[in-house]
T-cell receptor, first 115, second 112 residues
Framework: NAGVTQTPKFQVLKTGQSMTLQCAQD?????MYWYRQDPGMGLRLIYYSASEGTTDKGEVPNGYNVSRLNKREFSLRLESAAPSQTSVYFC??????????????FGPGTRLTVL | QKEVEQNSGPLSVPEGAIASLNCTYSDRGSQSFFWYRQYSGKSPELIMFIYSNGDKEDGRFTAQLNKASQYVSLLIRDSQPSDSATYLCAVPSRDSNYQLIWGAGTKLIIKP
């Protein structure tokens, strides 16, 4: 099992460009998440999908859109990239979101730089 | 006050000693607590979760929860250089169990 995979691993964009980050999991998990991680700030939730067919905003959704394509795949789109979106992006999945012991499994991350 | 607070460190501990990492949280209604480990340039991975007051042990790791004082600790016994990493504390949001509120992490360095 590959677990959670993300593409691309690295990306450099110019201000105003768009791109889509791809995420897939092969653990048959119901819930998927997109986070960003900035130095000294910990992980911040951008969007999540509690189950196939649903998506909800997290703490920092502005400037992003998501699509839960099917149970395996959850993509994050930046429509018009800004330098403030320079960050490391992690996708995660969990089996039964909301449980007391619901473990989130993380992908390897995408390091995005917006110039 | 941040919802989940951790000392950013770095915390330097000699090899073989006990490393003690602390996390405080603001929501008295929080029921479960997670400790994740993140190596430099890698993604977080779960070490332990705890939801009952007291201690929970797993190998060299012990999580301690004190709900009255609103803190959760992670002890690492017989620290090894491979334990050098950033340790993240996470607590479910009061608004949604789907959302974890993360501390900024404590960087731990184990010196040989």
């Amino acid at each position: 099992n590959a677990g959670v995979t993300q593409t691309p691993k690295f990306q450099v964009l110019k201000t105003g460009q768009s791109m889509t980050l791809q995420c897939a999991q092969d653990m048959n998990h119901n819930s998927m998440y997109w986070y960003r991680q900035d130095p000294g700030m910990g992980l911040r939730l951008i969007y999540y999908s509690a189950s196939e067919g649903t998506t909800d905003k997290g703490e920092v959704p502005n400037g992003y859109n998501v699509s839960r394509l099917n149970k395996r795949e959850f993509s994050l789109r930046l429509e018009s990239a800004a330098p403030s979106q320079t960050s490391v992006y992690f996708c995660a999945s969990s089996e039964s979101a909301g449980g007391l012991s619901d473990e989130q499994f993380f992908g390897p991350g995408t390091r995005l730089t917006v110039l | 006050q941040k919802e989940v607070e951790q000392n950013s460190g770095p915390l330097s501990v000699p090899e073989g000693a006990i490393a003690s990492l602390n996390c405080t949280y603001s929501d008295r209604g929080s029921q479960s607590f997670f400790w994740y480990r993140q190596y430099s340039g890698k993604s977080p991975e779960l070490i332990m979760f705890i939801y009952s007051n007291g201690d929970k042990e797993d190998g060299r790791f012990t999580a301690q929860l004190n709900k009255a004082s609103q803190y959760v600790s992670l002890l690492i016994r017989d620290s090894q250089p491979s334990d050098s990493a950033t340790y993240l504390c996470a607590v479910p949001s009061r608004d949604s169990n789907y959302q974890l509120i993360w501390g900024a992490g404590t960087k731990l360095i184990i010196k040989p």
